[in-house]
C-alpha cells in the first residue's frame, strides 16, 4: 500500500508544533527555576550583583538567538553551500551529469510552483544533499557528485523532491531558529564560566568584600547549570523537532514526484553508502544533510523508518521519535 | 433611526461580504491562468525539441522516413493547436479537446522513435542522442508536473465557485468551471520511455 502523504504531512506538523511549544516551555522553566532558586538560597539577604538574574539569563537568550537568526537571514543558501565548498552549475553547462541536475531541479521547482532555487554540487564521494536558504526566494539546494554518479535519474528526482519538501515546509527557518535558541543557551553557559573566573579573581584580590564573592560563584553556578541542562535538553529536542520534519519532506517528496520508489531506493542505497567524506562545518549544518547517524542527538530517524513510513508498510513508532 | 443604521450595516456587511467572493474568484482565475501558461511553456520546448531529435536521428534511420514523417506531422499538428488555444485567449472547451487529441498523437508517434532508438546501440550511445534523450524526458517530466500543477489550480478554482455562497454569484461575475488538461488513452498517461 503507497504511503498516505497527506496524512503522514498532517501528523508530522501536529508533532512539529507540540515539540516547539515545549521549547519555548523549557526555556521558560529554565530562568524561573534560576530566579527562584537564587531567592531561596540567598534568604533574607538576596542582594544579587545582577538584579532578576533568572531573567536577565531568559534576556541573554533570547537576545543572542534573535542575533544568530538575524546573521543567518543575512545570507541566502547559496553562501551555506558556498562556505561547504560546493560549486555552483549553471543553467546552459555542457556537462552531461550537470545537466541532467538542472533539469532535475527544474522540473522539480515547476512541481511545487517554488521559484527556481541556485543548484550547485558538492565534491564528495558520499551520497549526501541539502537545501539551505531562508525563504525560496534565495534558497539552494546542494548535492554531491557521489550521488550524481551513483543514483540513477528517479532516484536524484526522490532526493530533490525530498529538498524541495524542506523548502516548500520552511524546514529551514524552523531548524535555524532552533539552532539559534541552543546556541543562546551555550552562551549562558559560557557567561557563567567567566562571571565564575572573574570572581575567584576578585575573592582572591580583595579579602574584605564580605560574601559578595559567594553570592558571584552563586550566581555563576546557577548560570551554568540552567545554561548546560537547557542546552543539553534543547539539543535533544532541536534533533527530534528535526527528525519530524524529515518524515514531512518524504510525504512531501512523495507528493510532488507521485513515484513512492524514488525517494526509498535512494534512501536504501543511502543505507548501503561507503563513503563519509562530506565537508563537515559545525554542528549547526548536521540538520541540512539528507542522513545523519542514528542516537537521541541525531536530527534525522533511522533509514529503515523511513523507508516504511514512505512505502506505507505498518511500523511501531516510539513516543520520542 | 435605529433600524436604518442596522441596514446601512447589514448593507455595507454584505457589500464587503460580496466584494470578498468576488476578489476570491479573480485570484483563483489567475492561478489557473498562470499554471496554463507553465504548461504552455514546456509544450512549446517540447515542439522546439522535435526537429533535433529528428535531425539526429535521421542519419541512422534511413529505413523509417515514414516514422519520422508521422512523428513530424503530429509535431506540426499538435504546434497548431496551441498557437490556435493561445490566441483564443486561453483554455477553451473546443481548443482543450484538440490540442489533448493533438498531444496524445505526437506521445503515441514520439514513442514509437523512441522504440527504434532502441535498434540502434551506436546511435543511443552518441553523445547527441544522450543529451537529446536527457531534454525529452526532463521536457516530458515537465508537461507532467505543470499539468499536475495545472490540474490542482483548476480544481481549486472549480470547487470555490460550486461550494457556498460562491456558487450564487460566480456565473453571475463570469466565472465557469474550468476543464482539467487530463491525457484521455491509457497508453497516453505512460511517459514516453526514454532509456539510458
Known amino acids: 500500500m503507497a504511503m498516505d502523504f497527506w496524512e503522514a504531512q498532517r501528523r508530522a506538523r501536529l508533532r512539529t508544533a507540540f515539540y516547539l511549544a515545549l521549547f519555548v516551555v523549557l526555556t521558560l522553566l529554565a530562568a524561573v527555576c534560576a530566579e527562584l532558586v537564587l531567592r531561596y538560597v540567598a534568604g533574607d539577604n538576596y542582594e544579587p550583583p545582577l538584579p532578576l538574574l533568572g531573567f536577565g539569563f531568559l534576556a541573554v537568550t533570547f537576545a543572542v538567538a534573535a542575533y544568530n537568526y538575524l546573521m543567518y537571514k543575512q545570507h541566502g543558501g547559496g553562501y551555506v553551500a558556498e562556505s561547504m565548498g560546493a560549486y555552483p552549475i549553471s543553467a546552459d553547462t555542457r556537462d552531461f551529469h550537470e ?24 565534491p564528495s564521494e558520499e551520497i549526501n544533499a541539502f537545501a539551505a536558504g531562508l525563504n525560496p526566494k534565495n534558497a539552494a539546494i546542494a548535492i554531491t557528485e557521489g550521488a550524481m554518479e551513483r543514483l540513477n535519474r528517479d532516484e536524484i528526482q526522490g532526493v530533490i523532491a525530498h529538498e524541495f519538501g524542506h523548502i516548500k515546509n520552511a524546514d529551514m527557518v524552523i531548524s535555524l531558529r532552533l539552532a539559534a535558541m541552543v546556541m543562546g543557551f551555550f552562551f549562558a553557559l559560557y557567561i557563567g564560566l567567566r562571571i565564575m573566573q572573574l570572581s575567584q579573581f576578585r575573592s582572591r584580590d580583595s579579602n574584605g568584600r564580605g560574601n559578595g564573592g559567594h553570592i558571584m560563584i552563586l550566581a555563576a553556578l546557577i548560570i551554568i547549570v540552567a545554561g548546560a541542562l537547557t542546552w543539553f535538553f534543547g539539543t535533544i529536542l532541536k534533533a527530534t523537532v528535526s527528525r519530524q520534519r524529515e518524515y514531512l519532506a518524504d510525504a512531501s517528496a512523495v507528493q510532488f514526484t507521485r513515484n513512492p520508489d524514488g525517494i526509498a531506493n535512494a534512501l536504501r542505497k543511502i543505507a548501503k553508502d561507503q563513503y563519509h567524506d562530506m565537508p563537515k562545518t559545525g554542528a549547526a549544518y548536521s540538520h541540512l544533510y539528507l542522513e545523519d547517524r542514528s542516537s537521541i542527538f541525531a536530527t534525522h530517524p533511522p533509514i529503515e523508518k523511513r523507508i516504511a513510513a514512505i512505502e506505507g508498510h505498518q511500523y511501531e513508532e516510539k513516543p520520542n521519535d | 433611526m ?80 496551441r498557437e490556435q488555444l493561445a490566441q483564443s485567449g486561453g483554455p477553451t472547451e473546443g481548443s482543450l479537446k484538440n490540442l489533448i487529441g493533438a498531444e496524445t498523437a505526437l506521445r503515441s508517434s514520439l514513442g514509437n522513435i523512441m522504440a527504434l532508438v532502441e ?26 508536473f505543470a499539468r499536475q500543477a495545472y490540474n490542482d489550480q483548476v480544481m481549486g478554482y472549480n470547487t470555490y465557485q460550486q461550494e457556498f455562497p460562491a456558487v450564487l454569484l460566480a456565473s453571475m461575475f463570469g466565472h465557469h468551471p474550468v476543464d482539467m488538461f487530463e491525457v484521455d488513452t491509457p497508453e497516453a498517461k505512460k511517459n514516453v520511455k526514454v532509456a539510458f
Open chain 1, 99 to 122: 545537466k541532467q541536475l538542472y533539469n532535475i531541479v527544474h522540473e522539480m521547482a515547476i512541481a511545487t510552483s517554488l521559484p527556481m532555487p541556485e543548484v550547485y554540487l558538492i
Open chain 2, 119 to 144: 535498434n540502434y546501440p551506436q546511435l543511443r550511445a552518441s553523445e547527441p542522442m544522450q543529451r537529446l534523450q536527457e531534454e525529452l524526458s526532463s521536457t516530458e517530466n515537465r508537461v507532467a
Open chain 2, 2 to 81: 435605529w433600524s436604518w443604521i442596522i441596514i446601512a450595516a447589514i448593507i455595507v456587511i454584505l457589500v464587503l461580504f460580496v466584494v470578498g467572493i468576488y476578489n476570491r474568484l479573480v485570484t483563483l482565475r489567475n492561478q489557473v491562468k498562470n499554471a496554463w501558461s507553465q504548461i504552455d511553456v514546456q509544450l512549446q520546448r517540447r515542439y522546439d525539441l522535435i526537429p533535433n531529435l529528428v535531425e539526429t536521428v535521421k542519419g541512422y534511420m534511413n529505413f523509417e522516413k515514414g516514422t519520422l514523417e508521422s512523428v513530424i506531422k503530429a509535431r506540426n499538428q499538435a504546434s497548431a493547436a
